[in-house]
């Protein structure tokens, strides 16, 4: 894990087909509840149409023991380069950050998380470490 002033950056080992793996960041985020329902009770399309840049989702999920939410913009989907940026619009992220965006690109072998924050209250290394224990084992071998 790499870690600057305000940019967090993962990457772990896939053995899925990249496609696949971008196809569930990007199009199919809400199958991740059933996947890890011990973390993450749903993930909701509020606006707009899953798979769609600028739909809105929001994520009901656990951090920490509390319950915690986050509404998310899509903002961009590449399907050509296996890329998905959202950016936190509402929730509990806003309390610590002034602003909260991620990216997940999936090449053929690695998947890359990167989160930017600004004016960060404390450092997101654990909502990370919970990302990859949570999200991101049950799709290494989709």
């Known amino acids: 894990m790499s870690q600057n002033s305000n940019k967090v950056e993962t990457v772990v080992e896939v053995r899925a087909p990249a496609a696949k793996f971008h196809q569930v960041f990007s199009c199919k985020p809400h199958i991740l ?5 011990q973390s993450i009770q749903g993930c909701d399309l ?5 798979g769609k840049p600028g ?3 929001c994520w009901r999920y656990f951090h920490d023991g509390s319950p915690q939410i986050a509404k998310e913009i899509m903002e961009v989907i590449d399907n050509e380069n ?4 959202y950016k936190v619009i509402e929730g509990n992220l806003l309390e610590l950050y002034k602003s909260f965006c991620s990216t997940v690109k999936v090449t053929p072998t690695l998947l890359e998380k990167w989160a930017t924050m600004t004016e960060n209250i404390c450092h997101p290394t654990l ?14 071998n989709l």
Do not use: D, K
């Open 55 to 57: 739909c809105i989702i």
């Open 33 to 37: 509840a059933s996947m890890s329902p």
């Open 46 to 50: 509020l606006e707009g149409e899953w």
């Open 127 to 140: 909502f990370m470490t919970e990302f990859l224990s949570v999200i991101v084992a049950p799709l290494t």
């Open 82 to 85: 296996y890329i998905t940026n």
